[in-house]
């Protein structure tokens, strides 16, 4: 008899990506169907991970920033969903600061038998299986790794011809759009402006690039085809606001390397296997939200003031995190990652050999 298992990741594109292990997991076990259930900004990305037969959309009042109001009618559409989707068992995926135990309460009173996740706060009735983070399983950990430790408790891993990268259905060719030959992605773009690097900065990488015999597409959102255009210059290739979740990663699995901050692109550049220049704000740990199991450089002072703070304004005067990176460390950090030499500084700013594969 198949299984419909629910597997919840509520929130962006990039925290759906790195879910993709532990669905596959779960789609791994005999006589399964996995039923994922994202956040508006992370189904574009659910439909692109291997193992996905459905996905559900809702938005958690508890995680969306900025919050809806909690009604009575959102919570029974997604209790008829869940119903409708005949889901037996679940298993909720959540960062650190997140609690599962709303939506758990939600999947019980919709008849779903088995619930596993990891929660802080005492569950009650509302989990069957549940891990504690800080004791069993530590929280400085890459949060692909954290949510395959969730998967397991419930009993479902990865065989052992998966190596556990991230990984996508299959990737469109870039084709014309990105044009022929070699070529660096720059992704100037942030969801949030604390993790930004300076619009002048990627400008002016870009140029260096270029000088260093780099050609250069720049690629961005629809809302950022000011900054994409900017960034371009006239030395750049601007595909700012002609791409979809998909087709970015046709122009990034084309890519010899891709610059970008800690936001989704990072992750779908991981999942296609490009090797990434990160210019990663510490207001979230690189330990847990660098991209995973890709060569990669990291950029910025991940001992700066705002480390751990999870801001999404920078609360620094000056952004001195980010904005004290100089476009020719960029540079030279494309120039390691292309000639496949990985620095020193990266491997100890991660404190994970695996973040350097």
Request: aromatic fraction near 4%.
């Amino acid at each position: 008899m198949t299984r419909r298992i629910l597997v919840a990741r509520l929130d962006s594109a990039g925290d759906v990506l790195l879910a993709g292990p532990a669905v596959r997991a779960v789609a791994a076990a005999p006589a399964t169907r996995v039923v994922l259930l994202c956040g508006p900004q992370g189904t574009e990305a659910g439909h692109l991970l291997p193992g996905v037969e459905t996905v559900l959309t809702w938005t958690g009042p508890w995680v969306a920033d900025p919050a809806p109001p909690v009604t009575a009618t959102a919570v029974a559409e997604l209790s008829d969903a869940v119903r409708r989707a005949a889901i037996s068992e679940a298993v909720i995926l959540t960062s650190f600061h997140q609690s599962p135990l709303p939506l758990a309460l939600v999947l019980r009173l919709a008849g779903v038998r088995r619930i596993t996740a990891a929660s802080v706060d005492y569950p009650g009735s509302l989990l069957d299986t549940r891990l504690t983070p800080g004791e069993d399983f530590p929280e400085d950990q890459p949060e692909a790794e954290r949510a395959l430790r969730i998967a397991a408790a419930a009993g479902f891993r990865l065989p052992p011809e998966d190596d556990g990268r991230l990984r996508l259905r299959g990737t469109p060719p870039a084709g014309e759009l990105a044009g022929g030959g070699p070529y660096v992605v720059v992704h100037p773009g942030a969801a949030v402006s604390a993790r930004a690097w300076p619009a002048l900065h990627h400008a002016a990488a870009v140029e260096l690039l270029t000088a260093a015999g780099y050609r250069v597409v720049v690629t961005g959102g629809p809302a950022e085809t000011r900054l994409t255009a900017t960034v371009a210059g006239v030395a750049g290739l601007d595909l700012g606001g002609r791409t979809d979740l998909r087709t970015l990663a046709g122009v990034l699995a084309g890519a010899s390397a891709v610059v970008v901050g800690n936001t989704g692109p990072a992750h779908l550049a991981a999942a296609v296997g490009t090797p990434v220049v990160s210019l990663f704000a510490p207001v979230v740990p690189a330990i847990r939200w660098a991209p995973y199991k890709v060569p990669l450089e990291l950029l910025g002072d991940q001992n700066a003031t705002c480390r751990l703070s999870r801001a999404r304004i920078c609360p620094v005067p000056g952004h001195p995190c980010l904005s004290g990176v100089t476009p020719e460390q960029v540079v030279e950090a494309v120039h390691r990652l292309t000639t496949g030499v990985a620095s020193l500084g990266t491997r100890r700013g991660t404190r994970s050999e695996t973040r350097t594969a």
